[in-house]
């Protein structure tokens, strides 16, 4: 196959290949990225460089071409990209699960490798559920969560995504049908701390468990909310032997302005997902964390194992750059560097509040959102925002922005002004 001119390639990918969530044949053309080096993505069609303000949906937290993960995976590479997990096992994978134990919550001990967060859901799920049934109780299968929420578009996640922002409507009477509460209020109100305490108990005898995203809703609004909360979830689901999943794979390696999440409210769920940074952007990886004593009631059960097992279950390549990733952030000074971009994009979204249309603007962490009170002109706004050199992802009435950490002040400032852009436009 000869190399492809851009419009050639922009064509067959027209033709033949899916997007995220898109139609076939697509509608919008797409940008052609050539490379992608720091923070910047090089285009094709010889346009220039764009700022990165998505990272990637959240994982290129180190920028790109980073030569510390380059070496990762060219060493890995190496020596072996892959090797069944079956019977068999590896450093890379070995060291990233001691990695990813010693700087979780307290009580996570336990590892399970999965190919993406979507896979590291089900799996969560799949313990949940199992660990009941290997206790007798069959009967606690469904789950508890949160409106606003998402966690990954396989079966199981669906079923957990908010009814109405995920594809709820079009699968009705086919997903598994799960108990809502509506969205945490941003404030703690104990009015909805109690709605939390008494759906818990009102569902105990059928629920395995409770799944949240802690602290951030990501891709299902971009909402924040009090992480007490949490603390609220953790009495609840003890009090009621309910288990409790938070879904971290947007909000761990600091994207909230603390490891993980968690960590706000000083709570240990008893699974846990990772993904998204867990590579740092390289390769997909995701990791689903239990708890000993969820680890112990599978094993004791009828069937005691966790049957699940990927084909590319622990890869040796993702897991090195996983290593290397980790290390490379808890080898810096990361919390300042988070903390940098927060007050970087406080100042520069600042802005969009006075913007006719815009609803809420906040910030968390290396967050930002400007929410609109209108569905974003998807095409307006990402213009918009390449006109400032910048490249952003809008979706339903947010115009948002999860730069990496590396982002210099000068860029995270024309991020914010690239997001003012597409709010005033889009
Ligand atoms: C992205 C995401 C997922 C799904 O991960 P994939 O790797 O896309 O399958 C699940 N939960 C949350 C919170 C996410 O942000």
Redesign the pocket.
Known sequence: MPELTVPELLELDRRHVWHPYGPMPGRQEPLVVESASGVRLRLADGSGELVDGMAS??SAIHGYNHPVLNEAARGQLERMSHVMFGGLTHGPAVRLAKLLVDMSPEGLEHVFLAD??????EVAVKMCLQYWRSLGRPRKQRLLTWRG??????WQ?MSVCDPEGGMHELWSGVLPRQVFVGPPPVAYEESYAEQLRAAVERHADELAAVIV?PVV???GGMRFHSPAYLRVLREACDAHDVLLVF?????GFGRTGALFAAEHAAVTPDVM?V??ALTGGYL?M?ATLCTSRVADGISRGEVPVLAHGPTFMGNPLAAAVACASIELLLGQDWLTEVKRIEAGLRDGLAAASDLPGVEDVRVLGAIGVVQLDHAVDMKAATEAAVREGVWLRPFRDLIYTMPPYVTGDADVARIARAVCAAAREG
Request: hydrophobic share 30%; proline share 3%.
């Open positions: 949906w959240w993406s967060g979507s896979v590291s859901v929420g998402y966690h990954g578009d396989t996640p995203e809703q990501g891709a879904d971290e794979i947007a909000t997902c993904g998204k997909t995701a």
